[in-house]
């Protein structure tokens, strides 16, 4: 049987950044479930793939930032744009930080076939298990085995299983005795308990907020959907949320008080959101909606909290819904130079099998792809 130098499992964002990245000096073969290659990479963002974000940061991660910092420091927000550039791929930027493809993210995958025309591509195989005899690694599908010297791990995340994804590469890890934690939903909706059920009533509004979550500060957008919270703001909350409460500022660039002082308007009218939205909130707030100079000092204290209105969310939308999936093989088992495992020689785990995840914003493709590109460095 052929003994390959390098076989990649996963024909995702980072097995295909790595294969690109290796070179036809080394044989290589891409494993892959799915019929065709990057199947995630193709439908995200819309069609237009949320490639990277205009400030890259280990705050952006939940994960180890002495780890994440290392590697995104060898392959660059702006290396992955040089190089999208050099492959004359058109990127736009959108609200100022948010790196797009202009037509369709089907540019990237056809630039990637074509770096990757040397390695063998393998669709439409399951992997089932890894083994390593001496030094080498056997890989067992579901219809047939390879051989290889050298083995990466690129099997992405458990979420949307109808795109190929499984806890395959957890298995491995474990298999290997590496340590890994349990993958869970993120970027992913939040389902509501029945004291917010009045936020499920306004499914379809949405509007700007901050939210606060553990120790971190998040202003986007956020929706109001039938099954719970959901939009760009409660996607990267739901990254840093464990179980306790969110706080939410309605009216983030705003002071509610400033803004009631002395006016004879209707409150619901001067808080200058959608009106269904403004009735809705100042009802859970037990305020009544009515002139401003009529606001008792109590009333004013409540409507305060339209700045802090905290609660805990029930669970979540599931790793059905999830963008990506939070967890994965810890970083300590991990040399952050090469991305290979410290106790098993030649094996090595990228992308979103990583104990590392980004918010909504580009960022997971960053870290798949930045781990990728030093993980091939090592491997050529
Ligand atoms: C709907 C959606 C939209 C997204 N939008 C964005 C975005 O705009 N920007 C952003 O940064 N991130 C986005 N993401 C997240 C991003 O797609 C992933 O973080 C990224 O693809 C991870 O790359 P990866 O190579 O690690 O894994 P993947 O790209 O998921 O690749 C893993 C590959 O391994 C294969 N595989 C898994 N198990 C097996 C098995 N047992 N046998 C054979 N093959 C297997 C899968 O079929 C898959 O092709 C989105 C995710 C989703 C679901």
């Known amino acids: 049987m052929k003994i390959y130098d390098v076989i990649i499992l996963g024909c995702g964002a980072s097995g295909l950044m790595c294969a690109s990245n290796i070179g036809k000096k080394k044989s290589v073969a891409i494993i892959d479930v799915n019929e065709s290659v990057a ?25 180890d930032s002495e780890f994440l910092s290392y590697v995104l420091k060898r392959f660059s927000k702006d290396n992955l744009l040089d190089f999208l550039e050099r492959n004359r791929v058109d990127i736009e930027l959108r609200k100022g930080r948010y790196y797009f493809c202009k037509n369709s993210s089907q540019d990237i995958i056809d630039v990637f076939k074509k770096a990757t025309k040397y390695s063998e591509i393998i669709l439409n195989e399951k992997i089932i298990e890894v083994d390593k005899q001496g030094e080498i690694f056997e890989i067992q599908t579901d219809t047939n085995s390879y051989k290889t010297h050298s083995l990466v791990v690129a099997t992405g995340g458990k979420s949307f299983q109808t795109l190929g994804a499984s806890e395959i590469g957890l298995d491995i890890a474990k298999k290997f005795d590496m340590e890994v934690k349990d993958f869970s939903p993120a970027l992913v909706g939040l389902t509501v308990q029945k004291e917010q059920f009045w936020m499920r009533d306004l499914s379809g ?42 706080s939410i500022d309605f009216l983030p660039d705003k002071n509610i008080l400033e803004l009631i002082d002395g006016s004879k308007k209707q409150i619901s ?48 939308f599931g790793f059905t819904k999830a963008e990506v999936s939070r967890g994965g093989v810890k970083t300590n088992e991990l040399h952050k130079e090469t991305l290979e495992s410290k106790k098993i020689k030649k094996l090595y785990f990228i992308g979103e099998v990583v104990d590392i995840t980004g918010e909504l914003g580009g960022y997971n493709f960053q870290w798949a792809f930045s781990s990728a590109y030093l993980c091939a460095k090592s491997v050529k």
């Open 269 to 316: 009218t001067l808080i200058g959101l959608p009106k269904r939205l403004s009735k809705a909130l100042l009802k859970a707030l037990n305020v009544e909606d009515k002139e401003c100079k009529k606001l008792s000092k109590i009333d004013k204290e409540k409507l305060s909290f339209i700045h802090k209105y905290s609660f805990s969310p029930a669970g979540n």
């Open 205 to 246: 509004l949405s509007c700007y907020v901050k939210i606060y979550v553990e120790d971190r500060v998040i202003n986007e957008e956020m929706l109001f959907a039938h099954r719970g919270i959901s939009g760009p703001a409660i996607l990267s909350a739901s990254l840093y949320w464990k179980k306790g409460t969110i």
């Open 39 to 63: 199947k995630k990479l193709k439908i995200s963002g819309g069609g237009k793939c949320n490639i990277t974000n205009a400030s890259v940061e280990s705050k952006n991660f939940d994960g």
